[in-house]
DNA sequence: GCATGATCATGC
DNA sequence: GCATGATCATGC
């Protein structure tokens, strides 16, 4: 913990003299890193460690502005948490914020000028290991930092995705906004929930809209983590298309044909009659040429759903989703639930469909976010079955209960259970999204 | 034909 | 071993 002045000089106007000097973090804590006062040191500071580093590692004060956090370098930035998953790897603990977004604003600015743009072009990205017993300034920069220039492909995907969020403001519809619009940047909540949640006036509605911020949505942090580890290879590096049309582009070469001639063309066959997964990884061919799902779907969050639809157009399936735990429901919120994060998502729906001839073929692929009015029918399927959990978790929301949503089994086999709050063990279960529903969204019947 | 209950196949 | 996406089986 040696305090040599010149250690802590450095170049605020050149991003890499800012960069040089961040690498001085990599493997250590800030309280490895430098002296801090006794106050900071005996803090339990959950807060912003960003904050503590520019202000003890940096020894510098960011503007109080929309600038960035550097406005000669042209450099913001940010430091961002990491957990490690199940074999170990390194992932994004969660999306990466930021600036708030003003409703007032955003309707005045253009993409070019605008003030995410201004701040977010050049980051310089610090990646600590997540520990929520230790306070900020005990967590450790277990990566190099990351100098991030938005990538011309990934800009265009940015540029949209802010153009959509601005047209929603345009179009009074503030308070609808959601994070399944939009591909990497996502319109995150911000401020308090609840009772006394943090709610903003919008300039073309009287409807008090929630508090958010523009985000990297976790996904995309996690590419960009991937990138810094290992150097990405992208499709879309070299190209202007839109991800919907650079995804869509892929099926078009395969709509109409036989679920045969697609296998064939693919090189790739059913393993046996039950291949249950046969549709999805033809999907996932497609878009990739091999097993790995498409780059860019995996950065935006995508939810990638094969359906197959009877002659007649209706889905042979609802959709399910993954399975809740009785006893975790119980003491849930909606917008924190599994169910509520899944359909925000978009959606990418791969479509195959049986024609009167009795031959399945891939007939379309199309992107799909849940209107917020359905969200609403979701939320409240999902309401109903926490309230029936707490009482009587043997009835739950049928699929006759809801246009859009209902409860069903999602089971190994039949000892595949969980623990109910009336104390028995039943079958797990799963939220689904009705067949006729997914009807109608798809343009099927 | 559909609601409901139950389970399968795969990949990690 | 388990979560997940997907499908099967039955009965009305």
Redo the contacts with the bound molecule.
Sequence with gaps: MTEDKNEFEYDKTSPESIYEHALKLTGKTLEEAVRLPENVVNEKNRGDLGSLVEKYFFRHQPPNTSDPDFPEAGLELKTTGLVKDS?GNYKAKERLVLTMINYQGIVKEDWETSSLLKKSRLMLILFYLFNKSQPVHRRRFVLKPLLYRISTSDLNVIKNDWQLIRKKVLEGRAHELSEGDTFYLGACRKGSGGPNESLQVQPFSSEPAKTRAFSFKQGFVNKLLTGHLEGEVSLLENSNLSLEDATLNRFSEYLDLSIQEVSKRLNYFK??E????????LANRILSNS?QSFVELEKAGI?L??L?VNR?G?P????????FKFMKIINEDWEYSSFFEKLEKKFLFVIFQEGSDGVERLTKAMYWNMPYLDRMEAKRVWEKTKFQCRIDAKKLP???DSPVA?V???????N?KELTPQGEMQ?KQCFWLN??YIAKVIGSL
Excluded at 274 to 281: L, S, V
Excluded at 408 to 414: N, S, T
């Design positions: 074999k393993k046996n039950n291949h249950k997964g046969f549709h999805r990884d097993n939810e759903k094969t197959r007649n209706k042979r399936e609802s959709m399910s989703f993954p399975a049928k699929i006759s209902h069903r089994p999602k089971a190994r086999d039949g595949d079958l067949a006729s």
